[in-house]
């Protein structure tokens, strides 16, 4: 139930910043993504959540690149977890 809910934010922010499929472009990808971010929702399950939903995106090849790069620059390792502080000497 708890990802019934998360799904639920997802789709309230995606409405809020891109408005409908037709309208999503890198600028506003990248806005619902940092939206996701700032309501601590973990960015790649936005970007999965486009990713399932690519059908309805007209340029979701190019977006999809920027979209995994935003989340990599922004989280550990384009992971949820980071594990990186005990790999670094």
């Given at each position: 139930?708890?990802?019934?809910d ?29 939206q996701?971010?700032d309501?601590?929702?973990d960015?790649?399950?936005c970007v ?5 939903h ?6 979701w090849?190019?977006f ?12 550990a ?8 502080e005990?790999?670094?000497?």
């Amino acid at each position: 139930m708890a990802n019934q809910d998360i799904t639920a934010k997802v789709e309230d922010i995606f409405k809020t910043t891109c408005g409908s499929w037709d309208n999503c472009n890198q600028s506003n990808i990248v806005v619902f993504l940092s939206q996701c971010y700032d309501q601590g929702i973990d960015p790649q399950f936005c970007v999965n959540w486009l990713d399932e939903h690519s059908n309805h995106i007209s340029q979701w090849s190019e977006f999809s690149h920027t979209a995994q790069e935003w989340v990599n620059e922004h989280t550990a390792s384009g992971s949820p977890i980071g594990t990186t502080e005990n790999q670094e000497g």
